[in-house]
């Protein structure tokens, strides 16, 4: 078994924060990441797995348990499925690869899909467990399948897509803040589903990657120069990893875009930006003729849930890019005020006390609680 001697998660983390664990297992191969959890499962012990460590925030204290760091690599290409449309490419790639090697793979291959989701930090296997997504593209609009360990069963078994239930930054495998996940285990490999375009330009699809890039909607864009954008454009706000920059050091957007009812998006002020979800569509009613009276109950009026700008919220509650609080080492980004930072030795006790902060002022002014984007262990908000 990999044992290896723990090093604080601190070192491990992009918000550098968070104490060592009893025990250390790096996973370099798919039958040393199933050997070392089905052995902490066996054994009952607390456990914890580890990729990019992009989305986590770990208490100051010792951990209790395992730790696993997933280190699996690898991208197979997969027979295309006998119903699939011309041009369709299948990749399996492994979970414990980086997320934008992937897709720098993908561009220079010509395969088009998760080329807007550039800059992404993180593994392959953590992101289908939050349907991460950029600029109008997410995970699940091309993910076919994981090879999930289950829990339960200590087996890995395949698991299409559509049973993770891939919603707004979530699944059943995400842990939120106060809920445990729907369903215990731990992605082994995904299974993408992209097309083949080539190096040459080719029409873009979806408004919000048009928005970003500038595009009229006739116009024509690149994988690279669409790649080249989209990096170029997170680098302004923060948010590709550099040692040297402080504004880096964080989860990325530690809270999510909050998920309001139409009514009380009517409530905030008109400055806000929102954007309403697909509507719900009422069911077909088949009224058998011979029960007919002819009384047709009159449809219901059903107006979507309103996604609302949680940057928009935090900077508009008086709390600016790059605002702390007294004598602490967490701050807001001072390009993003949904990020918040490590500026150099902030204990996982001041980012804390920092993203509380906000959760407060953002209730008082707008009377929403603001919920968190990573996975938080050992720390309460």
């Known amino acids: 078994m990999p044992e290896i001697d723990p090093v604080p998660l601190a070192r491990l983390t992009t918000l550098r924060a968070g104490g060592t664990p009893e025990r250390m297992i790096e996973a370099t191969t798919r039958d040393e990441l199933v050997t070392a959890l089905q052995d902490a499962w066996a054994a009952g012990d607390p456990w914890l797995v580890v990729g990019g460590g992009s989305n986590l925030l770990v208490g100051d204290e010792p951990l209790e348990g395992t730790v696993v ?6 991208i197979e290409r997969l027979p295309t499925a006998a ?12 979970a414990g690869h980086d997320w934008d090697d992937l897709v720098a793979h993908t561009v220079d291959a010509g395969l088009a899909g998760i080329e807007a989701m550039s800059g992404i930090p993180g593994t392959a296997g953590a992101a289908p467990i939050q349907n991460v997504g950029a600029y109008g593209q997410e995970i699940v609009e091309t993910l076919v399948e994981v090879e999930l360990l289950d829990e339960a069963t200590g087996e890995v078994e395949t698991v299409p897509a559509a049973d993770l239930e891939l919603g707004f930054r979530t699944s059943v495998l995400k842990q939120h803040y106060g809920h445990g996940a729907r369903r ?3 992605i082994v490999s995904i299974t993408l589903e992209l097309t083949e375009v080539g190096d040459g330009a080719f029409p873009v699809r979806g408004a919000q990657l048009r928005q970003a890039l500038g595009m009229a909607p006739d116009d024509t864009a690149t994988l690279r120069g669409i790649r080249e954008t989209v990096l170029a454009t997170r680098a302004r706000k923060g948010m590709v990893l550099d040692d040297a920059d402080p504004d880096t050091h964080s989860a990325g957007s530690f809270f999510q875009n909050a998920i309001v009812s139409a009514s009380f998006a009517r409530t905030l002020p008109s400055e806000c930006p929102r954007w309403p979800l697909a509507p719900v569509v009422a069911p077909v009613t088949v009224i058998p003729l011979a029960a007919f009276d002819g009384v047709v109950a009159p ?18 509650a008086g709390l600016g890019k790059g605002f702390h609080l007294p004598r602490s080492r967490a701050a807001l980004s001072t390009k993003h005020a949904l990020a918040v930072t490590n500026r150099g030795g902030a204990t996982a006790a001041e980012l804390a006390e920092l993203a509380r902060y906000i959760q ?16 938080l262990i050992g720390v309460e908000l």
């Open 69 to 74: 760091l997933v280190r699996t690599r690898g």
């Open 83 to 94: 119903d699939a449309a011309p041009g369709t490419v299948r990749l399996r790639v492994e």
């Open 184 to 186: 215990s285990g731990v």
């Open 360 to 375: 407060q002022r953002v209730q008082s002014e707008f009377g929403l609680i603001l919920q968190p984007e990573p996975v």
């Open 299 to 316: 449809p219901v009026s059903v107006q979507p849930d309103v996604k609302v700008s949680a940057a928009w919220l935090i900077e508009h």
